[in-house]
T-cell receptor
């Protein structure tokens, strides 16, 4: 079973920042936080991952709390194409199979 | 396109028939994973390979399911005597063995058992 908890759904206005929270209160010291998203009828797409420090790439930013029990994925300027289900996953390494929960369904509204 | 490819994209079959799906990973990715996804749920792990060796199988993978990865390249997932409960999206993913961390997913094969 998934060890992370996420809100079922969220809305965001187009052009605004989308902030998606994730709780991973039982995360262990060697586990990373990974974020994937799945656009309707497509396979999941990797977004970003982190261990302790905040991370940023061309798609998003990941903010991890100091105690590592929660994190927030930030899409700085959401577009309609960002409408998808977003999954937060804790995993020891990228080699192990991923354990997906139900994720957060993000709807970006024009 | 050099991403993960899956064939077929859609399959409709009658209960009791056998079906086989194919996954072509990204070239030189030695890890290959199969997942199953039902409506409204996240993907669930089925099995994975490192090169040609099948390293782990989920309890979801009943005796009717078998997966192979001959020569460590493409992989096939076969379901024998299909049941209506097998209707789902079957996803394949691959990743490099040493460098990089993320899994790259294919578009999936949607199976409908009637």
């Amino acid at each position: 079973d998934a060890k992370t908890t996420q809100p079922t759904s969220m809305d965001c206005a187009e052009g605004r920042a989308a902030n998606l929270p994730c709780n991973h209160s039982t995360i262990s010291g060697n586990e990373y936080v990974y974020w994937y998203r799945q656009i309707h009828s497509q396979g999941p797409q990797y977004i970003i991952h982190g261990l302790k420090n905040n991370e940023t790439n061309e798609m998003a930013s990941l903010i991890i709390t100091e105690d590592r029990k929660s994190s927030t994925l930030i899409l700085p300027h959401a577009t309609l194409r960002d409408t998808a289900v977003y999954y937060c996953i804790e995993t020891e390494s990228g080699n192990t199979p991923l354990v997906f929960g139900k994720g957060t369904r993000l709807s970006v509204i024009a | 396109d050099t991403g993960v490819s899956q064939d077929p994209r859609h399959k409709i079959t009658k209960r009791g028939q056998n079906v086989t799906f194919r996954c072509d990973p990204i070239s030189e990715h030695n890890r290959l994973y199969w997942y199953r996804q039902t409506l409204g749920q996240g993907p669930e792990f089925l099995t994975y390979f490192q090169n040609e060796a099948q390293l782990e199988k989920s309890r979801l993978l009943s005796d009717r399911f078998s997966a192979e990865r001959p020569k460590g390249s493409f992989s096939t997932l076969e379901i024998q005597r299909t049941e209506q409960g097998d209707s789902a999206m079957y996803l394949c993913a691959s990743r490099p063995g040493l460098a990089g961390y993320e899994q790259y997913f294919g578009p999936g094969t949607r199976l409908t058992v009637t």
